[in-house]
C-alpha cells in the first residue's frame, strides 16, 4: 500500500492509503526517504488560502478565471521537496545513458507520498551527487528558490542587500547574498532567526517589530538605502518595509507567495518617489535576461553542487524530522508555533 498525505479541508490533514499503482512505460518507481514541508506555498493549502482553492488558473491566458476552482479537497501529496531511492525501472530504459538505474538516489517532486511514480526524463540529472547525505536532497527546490531571487536581484560585489524574512528560504537567500559579494542585513520578527542568519552570512540583523527597519538600512547606508532588498516572507507590510529600504532606483525582489488583498501596501509612497524596481521571482522559470543559460534544473543542480561543496550548510536547518504517520502534528507546529520550527521534513 502506498501512503499519501493529504489535506481533506482547512487545517484538516490524514495520511491515505492507496494501492500501489503499477509502473507504465517511460517511468521509474522512487521509495521516498525524506520529503521536506513547505512552511509557505505548501500552508496555502493547508490554511485554505490557495487562490487555486477559489479560483481557477487559464494556463494558456496565464491569468485567473473567477467561477470555480482549480483544486479541491481532499488535495493530495502536496510536497515539492522530495528524495528517494529508485526501485524500480520501466524495462525498456534500462541501460539508457543518464536514466538513473536502481538503488540510486534521486531528488525531485512527486509530493508526500511513499512512493513516487516519476517520468525517467525528469530523474535525468537528479542522482544525488556523491558523498552527500540524503536528507540534504529534500533542499534542491527550496535552495533553487532562493537561487532564483538572488540571480533575479542582479547582486554586485560591494552592494549592500536586505533580505526579509529568515525562514528556510530567507536564510538560504542571506548565505547566497553573501556568497555573491554583497553585505547583507537579515529581517526577521524572530530573534532566534535573527541569530541563525549571522551564522550565515548576515553582517547587520534587524528586528521586524522592534526596529525602524527602512531607517536604520539608511543609517547604516549613509542615507542612501540598500541597493538590492528580497523580500521572501510573504507577508505585505514587509513588502512594504523592502520597498521604503531601498535606494533611489533601487530594485526589489519580490519571491513569497503573497495571499489576499495587499493590506500594508502603499505603492504611493516610497515605491512612487524613488522609482523603485519591483520585481517578480517565482520558481516557474528564470530571470529573462538569464533565460539562455539557467534553467530550473541548473538551479536546483548547482544549489546542491554548493551544498556537496561545503559552500552553503542545510541540514543544520533541519529542526524536525517527523515520521509520516505524525504528518498532521508537523503542520500544526509550523501553523501556530513557528518559532519552534525552521525546515520540518517528513520521513517515510
Known sequence: MERVVQFTGPRQ??????TQASLPPGHLRVRTRFSGISAGTELTAYRGTNPYLTRTWDAEARIFRDGSAGIEYPVAGWGYSEVG???????????????????????GIWGHRSEGIVPADRMIGHTLPPGL?????????????????????????????????????????????????????????????????RKYGATHTLNARTDAVAERIREATDGLG????????????????????????????????????????????????????????????????????????????????????????????VSHVVPVSDAADAYVLLDERPADALQVVLAF
Not at 13 to 18: P, R, T
Request: one cysteine or more; aromatic letters at 6%.
Open 226 to 317: 540598500a541597493d538590492v532588498a528580497i523580500e521572501i516572507s510573504g507577508v505585505y507590510p514587509a513588502l512594504h518595509e523592502a520597498l521604503r529600504a531601498v535606494t533611489v532606483g533601487g530594485r526589489v525582489v519580490a519571491s513569497g507567495f503573497y495571499q489576499g488583498d495587499g493590506t500594508g501596501l502603499r505603492l504611493g509612497d516610497e515605491f512612487h518617489h524613488n522609482r523603485v524596481q519591483l520585481v517578480c521571482s517565482q520558481i516557474g522559470g528564470v530571470p529573462p535576461q538569464l533565460a539562455g543559460r539557467w534553467t530550473v534544473d541548473r538551479l536546483q543542480q548547482t544549489f546542491l553542487k554548493l551544498v556537496a561543496d561545503g559552500q552553503v550548510d542545510v541540514t543544520s536547518l
Open 85 to 107: 531511492e529508485v526501485t524500480e525501472v520501466s524495462p525498456e530504459l534500462v541501460g539508457t545513458p543518464g536514466v538513473p538505474v536502481l538503488g540510486d538516489l534521486v531528488w
Open 133 to 197: 547525505e540524503p536528507l540534504a536532497g529534500a533542499f534542491a527546490r527550496v535552495g533553487a528558490i532562493a537561487y532564483n531571487a538572488v540571480l533575479a536581484s542582479d547582486i554586485h560585489v560591494g552592494e549592500d542587500v536586505a533580505v526579509f524574512g529568515q525562514g528556510v528560504i530567507g536564510l538560504l537567500t542571506t548565505r547566497l547574498a553573501q556568497l555573491n559579494g554583497a553585505r547583507v542585513t537579515a529581517v526577521d520578527a524572530l530573534d532566534g532567526r535573527l541569530e541563525t542568519a
Open 13 to 18: 490533514v490524514e495520511v491515505a492509503e492507496h
